[in-house]
């Protein structure tokens, strides 16, 4: 029986040891110790006729790669990076994890990039190296999702929450007549974006224009094909009633799509939501899908590129109310908390669909 | 290399027979009667194990559909046969790995492989006609399979092993071909897509494909020599050695037939979704293992059959369906599948330990 | 074709077939010792090889920051891989660890909602964790089933319980105090003091398993469960506290990693298991137990850290790190068992065929 006593001990001191490493006293939640550090704002005047230098390096993290989304919104990046003269890479990890997340930026930390422009898999977990990255010099932007504002410079808003959400209530309701039960097939239970419009369009929702519409389920794709398969599936069955869905993420929209296109429910139950033409134009010239909506992706990295350059280069120090030239693009102005809008999104239908490509 | 088998297996019956130290080998062989218990107890039992089975798929939709009529209309049985297709295949390729004491956790990796070959030949040479690709398909996954099965058999190296390694060698070679390609339903031509919505009698056709893999491999299991001597390879390898049977051979087979259908499962993905990038099938694995564990296939081979492996598959895709319709939140599903898991194999070592007893007259024995 | 064709390449439950270079274990315990010595030596030495590869091909790679970030990311895989090396050495296997990780995650920031202080929460997590690595070790040893079958089962129920816990929600407003903590270094250096934290606990389970009979009898019922069990060491407790030192570390891990990342979500870790497993094997521990040691596989899991840090620095894709890390997994047990076959075969006088 003594070694059992001894794994016991061992135990013990495993739970001792963690115990012993953390700080003594009560520490809950609102003791004020707010989480982050941040490395504050930059205290350095902006100077808008600073030159941008050559050979900036510039770094793209996205949320993984192998998704064609970030691999369209990396090429604005290139083509912007290409323009300004500097270095341009794209690296991250196969899967759209945080940790994974982490070890890239401290790699490109550790590279010396001038400017990381990256789309948090969580807004938080990638805090700390984000703002290892920014005290070792490194200019910060994100773009289609944001970390939390202490640990980043500027962020792109592809377009701003409430925007996406209003032009979604307005599609589906248009298309199921103004009234009826309608579901979203949303991206992961995590996803920050995602939840936010979700927020957002329920209220929209609540308006009295829409009071016949009622919002009977959430269900998750997780981003992947098949679950975001699966679930549509699950959804139509569950609700017999369901007149339209909402699938505010691109891959669950395909992959709702090409379940309705084969099921009985085609033309029955009304899909829209945010999707890529490419990916969609089967099921738009087939009937499936009225009407969808998107930012144009590579837009948002050029955007991106120009950002971070304007910004390296102490043209912009994040203040609200600054402009900077952003190429083709134009000018833009900073919004609060750093934040950049890029512009409405762009409604594809049947007529407009074949003018782009991506 | 038949030579060489042959040489092995006759030099290992002799080692085997002048060599190893009684005591631990008869020791050894103790505990192994009871898995293989369950099959010499005639057929009664692993019958019982898969009824058992079926039951509780009969008693899920039961009160699913009680629960919501919806369940069993036209539309959802055919997505819940179409859903199943994919696991069930996997499931009985991994039952025939599992049952010579194998494993194979590359199944996930091989399959998002042959998905994405189909794709690509589509896109590099469209005027090539679906059969020929199909089949460049089925043989990407083969030849995964052979990678297997030689480090497996001829090196000899343990299978858990090798097959994580592979897991990861495949699933790598794959996001270096793809590159951040996305393969769409318009690279592919019409027919290919459609064949899921091909329908022979009634059913649609990737399930007649899936219950035709069950039904060929339950009776090539039962009813050719070779197939047999895959219980006996699993149940007391050195034993299956010393009466002869080429056991490299029996181990290196399942490999290639377990690639095979990998890469038929990656076809009819391929088919069924349309949308093809390099993460197709990641984290399938342990899925697959568990839909032939719950049907009844021992992890430590030399039991089960490939009908249970398929009903245990048919019956995780059906929970994963009827949660929903029960207004099961969907945080629940996976502890759902998980406590299935467990129930399970827990049931099955109640009914192997109640087979041992009933052999040796009650004498039960400390696990 | 020698006489070890009785231990066949095909996978074994813990007590029949041991691992290919069998001939060599009943009659010639030094040269098994021997090869064991060079099993070990030469996963060291590969480390050592990269590492210097590394620092003199790879720019940036040797510099104490760069190493501070080493250490932050292996750091998980390291804890957990303590317990496991053990837990693999008697023959079982846990895959549970990376679900429990989550689900103690998941809890810690459910209890962090609810109020508690965080002095209260973490030993909490801490024995949940052993909590759940003793519901392993009861079906395991009590139930007598197949761990590699339960821990798969435990792996879906733990990671949906996480889900059932936390739900779509992260939390993530820890105070900076102790996230920032999570991560500092040690006074002077760039090492994070999770690398002290992971010394201690190695020379602990070290110690435990070198230098003591519960040591040698954890290789013993690796090597043969029925007869250790005969010869009055209780096998059933033993690998009972095996589970539960596994569960432990793992929320132990769970909990920093909660902090380390500043963000308790179900999710996290998810798939760590394989990456755990994988470090343990290549530090030469044999998966039908009874062959394998600590330092091996500390020098396992910092060789595939080195790697990927080598290569993400030197701008190789992601896919890349995949091949490798599987590449690195197979040879590590093709070559020394092809090796061994070979030794075998060279003295005999039959030509090979």
């Known amino acids: 029986m003594r070694k059992h006593i001894r794994y016991g001990v061992t135990a013990a001191a495993l739970a001792g040891v963690m115990l012993a490493a953390s700080a003594c006293g009560g520490t809950t939640r609102g003791d004020g110790d707010g989480s982050g550090s941040g490395s504050g704002g930059s205290e350095a005047e902006a100077d808008p006729n600073a030159e941008i230098p050559e050979g900036l390096k510039i770094s793209f993290l996205p949320k993984q790669l192998n998704n064609p989304y970030f691999t369209v919104a990396d090429s604005g990046g290139k083509e912007a990076v290409e323009e300004l003269g500097g270095e341009f890479k794209e690296v991250g990890p196969s899967e759209a994890n945080a940790s994974s997340q982490v070890s890239y930026i401290n790699t490109l930390s550790q590279q010396g990039s001038d400017v990381i422009v990256t789309a948090a898999n969580d807004p938080n977990a990638v805090c700390g190296a984000l703002n290892q990255a920014r005290q070792a010099g490194s200019v910060v932007v994100t773009f289609d999702s944001d970390a939390s504002p202490d640990c980043r410079d500027l962020f792109i808003s592809q377009a701003s929450a409430k925007g996406i959400a209003t032009a979604q209530v307005e599609m589906v309701a248009e298309q199921i007549g103004g009234e009826g039960e309608i579901a979203f097939l949303s991206a992961t239970p995590n996803a920050t974006n995602q939840n936010a419009w979700l927020k957002l369009m329920e209220e929209e929702l609540k308006k009295d224009e829409y009071s016949g519409i009622e919002v009977v389920d959430t269900v998750y794709g997780n981003d992947d094909d098949q679950k975001s398969f699966n679930e549509m599936q699950g959804l139509l069955q569950t609700h017999p009633d369901l007149a339209g869905v909402v699938s505010p993420t691109t891959v669950g929209l395909a992959a709702a799509a090409r379940y309705l296109g084969s099921s009985d429910y085609k033309g029955e139950v009304a899909l829209t939501g945010l999707g890529t033409p490419n990916q969609m134009r089967e099921y738009v010239k087939n009937g499936t899908v009225e009407e969808f909506a998107l930012w144009k992706p590579s837009d948002l990295g050029y955007l991106a590129a120009y950002a971070g350059a304007s910004h390296s280069a102490g043209r912009i120090t994040g203040e609200e109310g600054q402009t900077f030239e952003a190429g083709r693009l134009g000018e833009y102005e900073i919004g609060a908390d750093g934040e950049i809008v890029l512009g409405p999104p762009t409604v594809f239908n049947e007529d407009n669909i074949d003018d782009f490509d991506f | 290399m038949s030579v060489s088998d042959e040489t092995g297996a006759r030099g290992g019956g002799a080692a085997a027979a002048a060599g190893p130290p009684p005591a631990a080998r008869g020791l050894g062989q103790e505990s192994r009667t009871e898995h293989g218990g369950g099959v010499r107890t005639g057929r009664r039992l692993p019958q019982a194990r898969e009824l058992g089975i079926l039951l509780a798929l009969v008693l899920l939709v039961a009160v699913t559909t009680l629960a919501n009529p919806g369940f069993l209309s036209g539309q959802s049985v055919r997505d819940l046969l179409l859903g199943a297709t994919l696991l069930t295949i996997l499931a009985v390729g991994q039952s025939m790995v599992l049952i010579t004491r194998n494993v194979d956790l590359s199944v996930g990796s091989v399959m998002g492989l042959s998905a994405f070959a189909v794709g690509t030949v589509f896109v590099s040479f469209p005027g090539l006609p679906t059969p020929v690709v199909m089949g460049a398909g089925v043989l990407v996954g083969a030849a995964c399979g052979v990678v297997n099965g030689v480090l497996v058999a001829a090196a000899r190296v343990p299978a858990l092993v090798v097959t994580l390694g592979t897991l990861y060698m495949f699933r790598g070679i794959d996001f270096w071909w793809a590159s951040g390609r996305q393969i769409n339903a318009a690279d592919m031509p019409d027919g290919f897509l459609g064949l899921s919505r091909v329908t022979l009698l009634g059913m649609p056709l990737p399930a007649v494909v899936a219950l035709a893999v069950v039904l060929g491999a339950g009776w090539y299991l039962r009813n050719y020599r070779s197939g047999r001597e895959l219980y006996a390879v699993g149940s007391e390898p050195v034993a299956a050695r010393l009466v002869g049977i080429p056991v490299d051979r029996r181990v290196f087979m399942p490999f290639v037939v377990n690639g095979s259908l990998a890469g038929i499962a990656g076809v009819l993905y391929a088919s069924r979704f349309g949308t093809l990038d390099a993460t197709v099938g990641t984290g399938l694995e342990l899925e697959v293992v568990a839909a032939a564990v719950v049907g009844g296939v021992a992890i430590f081979g030399g039991s089960g059959t490939v009908y249970g492996a398929a009903l245990g598959a048919l019956l995780l895709s059906t929970i994963d369906a009827a949660l929903p319709m029960l207004q099961v939140g969907s945080f629940w599903q996976q502890a759902v599948v998980g406590l299935l898991i467990l129930v399970s194999i827990g049931l099955d070592r109640l009914l192997a330990l109640r087979a041992a007893r009933r052999l040796r007259g009650g004498g039960s024995r400390g696990a | ?353």
Request: overall charge neutral; charged content about 10%; proline content about 6%.
């Open chain 3, 1 to 353: 074709m020698g006489p070890e064709v009785d231990a066949p390449g095909t996978s074994a439950p813990p007590s029949a077939a041991r691992s290919a270079p069998e001939p060599q274990r009943g009659p010639k315990p030094s040269a098994l010792r021997s090869l064991l010595r060079t099993r070990e030596a030469s996963v060291l030495g590969a480390l050592a090889v990269s590492v210097l590869a590394a620092s003199f091909m790879v720019e940036g790679f040797a510099t104490g920051r760069n190493a501070g970030f080493l250490i932050l990311d292996v750091a998980a895989i390291a804890l957990i891989a303590l317990p496991m090396t053990l837990v693999v050495i008697t023959g079982e296997i846990d895959l549970s660890v990376a679900s429990t990780l989550g689900l103690t995650s998941a809890l810690m920031g459910q209890l962090w909602v609810l109020g508690l202080p965080l002095e209260t929460i973490v030993p909490l997590c801490v024995l949940f964790g052993a909590l759940l690595g003793a519901l392993n070790g009861v079906l395991v040893t009590v139930a007598g089933l197949p761990s590699l079958a339960v821990t798969i089962g435990t792996m879906a129920m733990y990671r949906g319980l996480a889900y059932a816990v936390l739900g779509d929600r992260a939390v993530a407003d820890f105070p900076f105090t102790w996230t920032g903590g999570a991560t500092s270094r040690l006074p002077g250096t760039d090492i994070p003091w999770i690398a002290v934290l992971i010394l201690v606990l190695a020379a602990l389970f070290g110690l435990l398993l070198h230098a003591t009979p519960i040591g040698r009898s954890l290789y013993a019922i690796g090597n043969n469960d029925e007869a250790t069990r005969f010869s009055g060491i209780s096998v059933r407790w033993t690998k009972l506290w095996l589970f539960v030192a596994s569960g432990t570390v793992a929320a132990g891990a769970g909990v920093f990693w909660t902090l380390q990342y500043g963000s308790a979500r179900a999710d996290n870790a998810y798939g760590l298991e394989l990456s755990v497993v994988a470090a343990v094997l290549l530090g030469g521990v044999s998966i039908f137990g009874g062959r394998g040691a600590l330092p091996g596989v500390l020098a396992g899991v910092l060789l595939l850290g080195t790697i990927r840090n080598a290569l993400m620095l030197a701008d190789v894709s992601s896919d890349v790190l995949d091949i490798v890390t599987g590449l690195l997994l197979v040879v590590s047990v093709v070559l020394p068992t092809t090796l061994a076959r070979v030794r075998e075969r060279r003295p005999r006088p039959a030509p090979p065929s």
